[in-house]
């Protein structure tokens, strides 16, 4: 299991200082964001990652689903085709909330309280984006988020919800992240891994903030500023199967104004520290 620096954790750096700090710092793998490819460009992002010779871990993101627009559809297999000429280990799904209620806002208009209903729309978009994506040769990963943002970003809040959505499809075409941000509460948790075994397609890490800042998007922290233990979901992750990247994804304000080196230092020394276990 090798450390991955998920771009948003460095999120002052373009692609291209992204990809020069990752060698810099010998972390050999790299998540993406799709904005910041879409900037430097896809063909340019491509060139410079493999010339760097590193992984892209993952791409991020696609996804919100539950609105069930034909425009979310689009846009999700234009994701699936940039994560296939990326060669993206995975695609990261963010499944959306309640139909009218934006990622970061407040209900809109005519929004729907039914969540079962949501949670059966990103089941129906499935069945049309994963064999898409089984074609392309890209991985679609479903990833949980923590509860307090079901409403808005994700209906999907545990991993055992994530792995009942992917269980119909090919291990290859649809799994599951593990972010111990949004995870680590679940007393389902270490059943759940074991359960998901080969379904986990992208390990993510970074500590939960007590207490959580106004703008809880912004609770996640550097490993060892936060509440949770590590070593032992890495371990099951680890006894599950996984031997990927572990990407480190930060949203957090301070962590963003920091100098970027200091970021890439710190996160590799709490990574070898904290994340990997005895």
């Known amino acids: 299991m090798k450390l991955s620096l998920n771009q948003w954790t460095t999120r002052r750096w373009t692609v291209a200082e992204a990809v020069e700090g990752c060698v810099r710092h010998g972390v050999e793998a790299i998540g993406l964001w799709r904005q910041e490819v879409a900037a430097q460009g896809p063909a340019e992002t491509v060139k410079l990652v493999g010339d760097a010779g590193l992984r892209v871990s993952s791409l ?84 949980p988020l923590h509860p307090m943002y079901c409403a808005d970003r994700a209906v999907l809040s545990t991993l055992g919800q994530a792995l009942d959505l992917a269980e119909p499809y090919p291990v290859d075409q649809v799994g599951v992240v593990v972010d111990t941000f949004h995870v680590w509460w679940d007393p389902e948790l270490f059943a759940q891994i074991a359960r998901a075994g080969a379904r986990i397609a992208s390990y993510q890490v970074c500590d939960f903030l007590q207490p959580l800042p106004a703008d809880v998007l912004l609770g996640r922290g550097m490993m060892g500023d936060g509440v949770i233990e590590f070593a032992p979901i890495t371990r099951a992750v680890r006894q599950a199967g996984y031997a990927g990247d572990v990407e480190v994804e930060i949203f957090n304000a301070d962590v963003w104004a920091a100098d970027p080196d200091t970021v890439m230092s710190t996160m590799k020394d709490r990574f070898a520290s904290l994340v990997l276990p005895l």
């Open 60 to 143: 991020c993101r696609g996804g919100f689903l539950t609105g069930g627009s034909q425009e979310a559809m689009d846009d999700n297999r234009r994701a699936i085709d940039e994560a296939a000429e990326l060669g993206a280990a995975c695609l990261v799904m963010v499944v959306g909330g309640l139909p009218g209620v934006p990622a970061g806002q407040g209900p809109g208009e005519g929004f729907s309280r039914n969540l079962p209903a949501a949670r059966e729309r990103v089941a129906e978009a499935l069945t049309l984006l994963a064999p898409y994506a089984g074609e392309r040769g890209v991985r679609l990963a479903l990833e």
